[in-house]
């Protein structure tokens, strides 16, 4: 029994470890060198979450590490399953039902900083927050980040940024 009680310990700590976190994250695609270093970055900032909120990520999300804006991608079914199964015209599609988190690290300069990003987009996720540009999103997930242990990922004349973007796209009433 204590030979039992060792080896899940043992693979309770190495589940708890950066190369446990890493094994158990979700990619996709295959990455470059440099790819591989934001992953390992990604790891880490999982390290630093509490375990349930690591869990529900290793368990949930999908990362593409890439060369485009950070963007967050969010699927929020009914359906738990990972592919739904959808009649169209009378031909079957398979969607996948999963949330996906897309990330550039490589505009940031510090690990720090590339850390502080992925924290504010997986505060986003717990946040459940939709695909919209909102200064009052951006806030939420910087805060719960924060108390998480990172620092913020906007600095408030990004936030003003994000404000003049969303003014500039919206219609005006009578053009509906």
Known sequence: MEDFEHQTKKYEEWENSIEGIFYNLTFFPDATLEEEQD???IAKTLKRLSKDIRDKVLEEI???VTGCSTVIKLHFAKSRDKFVEK???GRTFF???????????GEH????EKMNTVAHEIAHYILKHE???DRNFER??????????????YKEDDLKGIDKLVHKNKK?????
């Open 131 to 133: 695909i919209i540009i």
């Open 172 to 176: 005006p009433a009578s053009e509906d």
């Open 140 to 153: 939420e997930a910087d805060n719960l980040a924060v108390e998480w242990g990172f620092g913020k990922s």
């Open 109 to 112: 300069e510090s690990e720090d």
């Open 62 to 64: 999908i990362f593409i």
């Open 95 to 105: 969607e996948l039902n999963v949330p996906i988190i897309i990330l550039n690290l």
């Open 87 to 89: 009649n169209i015209g």
């Open 39 to 41: 992953k390992i970055i």
